[in-house]
């Protein structure tokens, strides 16, 4: 539930996602804390197949629209980034062969082997189905496309 205030007036909400046979988030609605069944209300109200949706992570995350909902787990999940990623047991979509672990005080920077004490800052850490590698372009000094090979990033 979520606290809506206008004034010194505050208002509970709650949130339904429509679903489509397959699971696909349609459309996302907020509706009054006094409406006790929300998924009949909402079926009732505007038709079709409704799920209550929480801010607390219940059913993993808030849906948008283009999500999917895993009737099974109860679960709310993010569309699939790329054709190649694989759903984990958490949930969440993740690479083939995963992502490097960033370091130091930037979630951008990865080790340097050539100055340990000062790493690589990288931009555009974007998946590239066709190599299937992470990519990215090293810091602003060079410009250079790197990727990463499962162990370091590699100029090419």
């Known amino acids: ?4 205030s206008i004034g010194d007036n505050r208002f509970l909400m709650k949130y339904a996602a429509k679903i489509n046979t397959g699971g696909l988030v349609l459309d996302v609605v907020t509706i009054g804390d006094d409406v006790s069944n929300v998924s009949t209300y909402c ?3 505007f038709g079709g197949t409704w ?7 219940t059913r993993k995350q808030m849906p948008s629209i283009g999500y ?9 999940i993010l569309p699939k980034p790329y054709s190649d990623f694989v759903l984990n047991s958490n949930f969440d979509w993740e690479a083939p062969n995963g992502m490097p672990e960033p370091m130091g005080d930037t979630e951008l920077a990865y080790p340097n082997p050539i100055d340990p004490a000062n790493p690589n800052v990288y931009t555009d850490v974007t998946w590239n189905s066709t190599d299937d590698k992470w990519q990215a372009t090293q ?3 060079t410009g250079d496309t790197v990727q990463w090979n499962g162990a370091e990033w590699i100029v090419v």
């Open 51 to 57: 799920v209550e949706a929480y801010t607390d992570g």
């Open 1 to 4: 539930m979520y606290i809506y």
């Open 68 to 76: 999917t909902y895993d009737e099974e787990n109860q679960v709310f």
């Open 139 to 141: 810091d602003l000094t």
């Open 43 to 45: 079926a009732d109200t």
